[in-house]
């Protein structure tokens, strides 16, 4: 494969230090042209040579100016040299400390560009180091996941599939397919020397084995999801039972209009909170109850929405008064769910009736006051402890977090488990490799051993500027 040479910046716009990243055939040689040293500005009538950085040494760092067109300094730089193939890419690589002020990066940027190099796409960088066999597109996805981890645990599982977790559990499995396709294709060609006799009952082990590996994938998908998203979590109750006043406490800040009107949110409030190691994507709901109001209406329909897609639920009641009929629409709405009760305004007089709300909602109770704080660190630790130790929990064991590996592996498990029905229907041995090959090449999906251009396209597009 022959590529261009291309440049982005591959740091944050505004910080401290400025990173310009070049890469391909021509990144010395267009370094080299913007770069002078400390000496060489000393006595401009000296010739500078722009093959300057192609004598160096790889992984050297290099002091010196990059130059204006007029030869006139731009900035003082550090510059990182790391040739083929010892560097992210595969290809020489050139990275350019600058300083980081956004307009001075740009400039240090087009200066790059002018020397004929093109400016990188979304993640073109680590594109090239998947096509250049650095990396698989497994491990590729996980630098991403990485870069928008939101807290250790999702970085944590990000680390482990850049590691290789994923892509070596995934490839044990494909050549355990691609071996037993390999045997009985040699069986029927050299019968005398390969036997068949048995082994269907044999590979029929073998494939239930290797579904039985991949379920497990399967049947911990939504944790691996959570563990590399976070939470979805939904506070859900009637108007001004306290949800808004529990938002603002849990980000420790007055994000959401508190008042003692009901219905004051009418639009959904979204935000990231972290308890301890546990990210939670917070969403403040408006009040579910019976409105002619058409904005307050659609506000109550979106909360409807957003508890169908919450992996986990804060209700919370007003304990001060009995339960109405607008607590019963949205007890209906819970009873699938999995989430916990906050018994607000424990600090008035109680008028609710516990028993009735535990027979309707079999959920954990905590009494709760917004105006005390009373019960905030129950909360958390209720939360912690649910995800940490109880159903939904993380562990060392591989995980799944992409939609597009976990539906690979179902299409995969869908085909072996065809390639069994065959032989449980006493077909011929051959008719077994067509469902074979079909899961192997499902399961090549995920490292990128049998993805499609398109594929491979679609993915890196998601990935930011620079890398």
């Given at each position: 494969?022959?590529?261009?040479?291309?440049?982005?910046?591959?740091?944050?716009?505004?910080?401290?230090?400025?990173?310009?990243?070049?890469?391909?055939?021509?990144?010395?040689?267009?370094?080299?042209?913007?770069?002078?040293?400390?000496?060489?500005l000393k006595d401009p009538k000296k010739e500078w040579n722009q093959a300057y950085f192609e004598k160096k040494e790889t992984h050297t760092i290099h002091y010196g100016m990059i130059v204006n067109e007029d030869g006139s300094m731009l900035d003082e730089v550090m510059v990182l040299l790391m040739k083929a193939p010892r560097s992210y890419t595969c290809e020489d690589v050139v990275e350019i400390d600058s300083h980081g002020g956004p307009f001075l990066v740009q400039k240090i940027l087009k200066r790059i560009l002018h020397q004929g190099v093109r400016l990188a796409e979304p993640g073109e960088f680590t594109k090239r180091a998947f096509l250049n066999g650095r990396i698989d597109l497994a491990q590729a996805e996980a630098v991403m996941k990485?870069?928008?981890?939101?807290?250790?645990?999702?970085?944590?599982?990000?680390?482990?599939?850049?590691?290789?977790?994923?892509?070596?559990?995934?490839?044990?499995?494909?050549?355990?397919?691609?071996?037993?396709?390999?045997?009985?294709?040699?069986?029927?060609?050299?019968?005398?020397?390969?036997?068949?006799?048995?082994?269907?009952?044999?590979?029929?082990?073998?494939?239930?084995?290797?579904?039985?590996?991949?379920?497990?994938?399967?049947?911990?998908?939504?944790?691996?999801?959570?563990?590399?998203?976070?939470?979805?979590?939904?506070?859900?109750?009637?108007?001004?039972?306290?949800?808004?006043?529990?938002?603002?406490?849990?980000?420790?800040?007055?994000?959401?209009?508190?008042?003692?009107?009901?219905?004051?949110?009418?639009?959904?409030?979204?935000?990231?909170?972290?308890?301890?190691?546990?990210?939670?994507?917070?969403?403040?709901?408006?009040?579910?109850?019976?409105?002619?109001?058409?904005?307050?209406?659609?506000?109550?329909?979106?909360?409807?929405?957003?508890?169908?897609?919450?992996?986990?639920?804060?209700?919370?009641?007003?304990?001060?008064?009995?339960?109405?009929?607008?607590?019963?629409?949205?007890?209906?709405?819970?009873?699938?769910?999995?989430?916990?009760?906050?018994?607000?305004?424990?600090?008035?007089?109680?008028?609710?009736?516990?028993?009735?709300?535990?027979?309707?909602?079999?959920?954990?109770?905590?009494?709760?006051?917004?105006?005390?704080?009373?019960?905030?660190?129950?909360?958390?630790?209720?939360?912690?402890?649910?995800?940490?130790?109880?159903?939904?929990?993380?562990?060392?064991?591989?995980?799944?977090?992409?939609?597009?590996?976990?539906?690979?592996?179902?299409?995969?498990?869908?085909?072996?488990?065809?390639?069994?029905?065959?032989?449980?229907?006493?077909?011929?041995?051959?008719?077994?490799?067509?469902?074979?090959?079909?899961?192997?090449?499902?399961?090549?999906?995920?490292?990128?051993?049998?993805?499609?251009?398109?594929?491979?396209?679609?993915?890196?597009?998601?990935?930011?500027?620079?890398?």
């Amino acid at each position: 494969m022959e590529f261009d040479t291309i440049a982005g910046i591959a740091s944050g716009m505004g910080g401290g230090i400025g990173i310009i990243r070049i890469s391909g055939p021509d990144a010395l040689k267009a370094a080299g042209a913007i770069f002078r040293t400390k000496k060489y500005l000393k006595d401009p009538k000296k010739e500078w040579n722009q093959a300057y950085f192609e004598k160096k040494e790889t992984h050297t760092i290099h002091y010196g100016m990059i130059v204006n067109e007029d030869g006139s300094m731009l900035d003082e730089v550090m510059v990182l040299l790391m040739k083929a193939p010892r560097s992210y890419t595969c290809e020489d690589v050139v990275e350019i400390d600058s300083h980081g002020g956004p307009f001075l990066v740009q400039k240090i940027l087009k200066r790059i560009l002018h020397q004929g190099v093109r400016l990188a796409e979304p993640g073109e960088f680590t594109k090239r180091a998947f096509l250049n066999g650095r990396i698989d597109l497994a491990q590729a996805e996980a630098v991403m996941k990485m870069i928008s981890s939101k807290g250790e645990f999702a970085l944590e599982s990000a680390t482990k599939q850049l590691e290789g977790r994923v892509s070596g559990y995934i490839e044990e499995i494909r050549q355990e397919i691609l071996h037993n396709m390999g045997y009985i294709e040699a069986a029927l060609d050299d019968p005398e020397h390969y036997e068949l006799d048995g082994f269907s009952e044999k590979l029929y082990d073998i494939l239930q084995k290797e579904c039985n590996r991949l379920h497990e994938l399967l049947d911990n998908f939504e944790n691996g999801r959570m563990k590399s998203e976070g939470i979805n979590t939904v506070i859900v109750g009637k108007p001004n039972a306290g949800k808004s006043s529990l938002m603002n406490l849990l980000l420790d800040e007055e994000r959401a209009i508190v008042t003692n009107i009901a219905g004051t949110t009418r639009d959904i409030l979204e935000e990231t909170v972290h308890i301890g190691n546990i990210v939670l994507n917070l969403v403040d709901t408006a009040g579910i109850h019976d409105t002619e109001d058409i904005v307050e209406h659609m506000g109550v329909e979106k909360a409807k929405e957003y508890l169908g897609q919450a992996d986990f639920i804060i209700y919370v009641v007003d304990a001060s008064i009995p339960l109405d009929e607008a607590d019963h629409k949205i007890i209906e709405l819970l009873s699938d769910k999995k989430g916990v009760i906050l018994k607000n305004k424990s600090d008035l007089e109680k008028n609710l009736d516990d028993k009735e709300l535990e027979q309707k909602l079999h959920w954990d109770c905590i009494d709760f006051s917004s105006k005390t704080t009373k019960g905030l660190s129950k909360l958390e630790k209720y939360i912690t402890d649910s995800f940490l130790e109880g159903n939904i929990s993380y562990n060392d064991q591989i995980y799944l977090t992409s939609v597009r590996h976990r539906d690979a592996v179902e299409k995969a498990v869908v085909s072996l488990k065809r390639t069994m029905q065959t032989i449980e229907d006493g077909m011929p041995e051959d008719l077994f490799i067509i469902d074979m090959m079909d899961a192997y090449e499902k399961l090549g999906l995920i490292n990128g051993k049998t993805a499609s251009e398109d594929l491979v396209n679609k993915i890196f597009k998601e990935f930011c500027m620079g890398k």
